[in-house]
T-cell receptor, first 114, second 113 residues
Framework: AQKITQTQPGMFVQEKEAVTLDCTYD???????LFWYKQPSSGEMIFLIY??????QNATEGRYSLNFQKARKSANLVISASQLGDSAMYFC???????????FGTGTSLTVIP | DGGITQSPKYLFRKEGQNVTLSCEQN?????MYWYRQDPGQGLRLIYY???????QKGDIAEGYSVSREKKESFPLTVTSAQKNPTAFYLC????????????FGSGTRLTVV
């Protein structure tokens, strides 16, 4: 079974609008971490936001917030006030406590339309 | 500033040649990783190393080899046995713990000519 599932291969959003990128995960561990990375066309992977499985509050970092729904095993990324520079691939990832490995989703390509 | 340096940024290989991709970090991280990314695809794990002189195969290790003689360095060799090596290669490092993120290098784009 896939550890991380991103069901949106591509998304479009109007500049200045908010957008939600979906991510669901599968783990039997009680302790795990969830991450989002941005990959612009240059290829570098940029860390955006982290959520721990025991964190009760949703994580926020500037315009990025993580909508963490533990019972549903979802960790959606919300980008508010989209900018043209937000156009990129976005990857959801999980790190489990048992093996310290990172598991990545297949990514969502976001295009911001002026 | 600490970080991961991958070199070269672009690499061209003739069929049948071995090539080595460099990955160096000065973050004092114990663990290092190599990923392959094909166009429009996610990241696939090639090899990883949790400690010096030890490494494990990932999901797609066939046709690749690595070494970890120093904590700072984790070079990846793409051998002639790798039938389709054209891809983008990313190196990452981390320390153990679920709250610690990967730090990535800027990647090497390998093309077979």
């Amino acid at each position: 079974a896939q550890k991380i599932t991103q069901t949106q291969p591509g998304m479009f959003v109007q500049e200045k609008e908010a957008v939600t990128l979906d991510c669901t995960y599968d783990t039997s561990d009680q302790s795990y971490g969830l991450f989002w990375y941005k990959q612009p066309s240059s290829g570098e992977m940029i860390f955006l936001i982290y959520q721990g499985s025991y964190d009760e509050q949703n994580a926020t970092e500037g315009r990025y917030s993580l909508n963490f729904q533990k019972a549903r095993k979802s960790a959606n990324l919300v980008i508010s006030a989209s900018q043209l520079g937000d156009s990129a691939m976005y990857f959801c990832a999980m790190r489990e406590g048992r093996d310290n490995q990172f598991y990545f989703g297949t990514g969502t390509s976001l295009t911001v339309i002026p | 500033d600490g970080g991961i340096t991958q070199s070269p940024k672009y690499l061209f290989r003739k069929e049948g040649q071995n090539v080595t991709l460099s990955c160096e970090q000065n973050l004092n991280h114990d663990a290092m990783y190599w990923y392959r990314q094909d166009p429009g695809q996610g990241l696939r794990l090639i090899y990883y190393s949790q400690i010096v002189n030890d490494f494990q195969k990932g999901d797609i290790a066939e046709g690749y080899s690595v070494s970890r003689e120093k904590k700072e360095s984790f070079p990846l060799t793409v051998t002639s046995a790798q039938k389709n090596p054209t891809a983008f290669y990313l190196c990452a490092s981390s320390i153990p713990g679920i709250s610690y993120r990967y730090t990535f290098g800027s990647g090497t784009r390998l093309t077979v000519v």
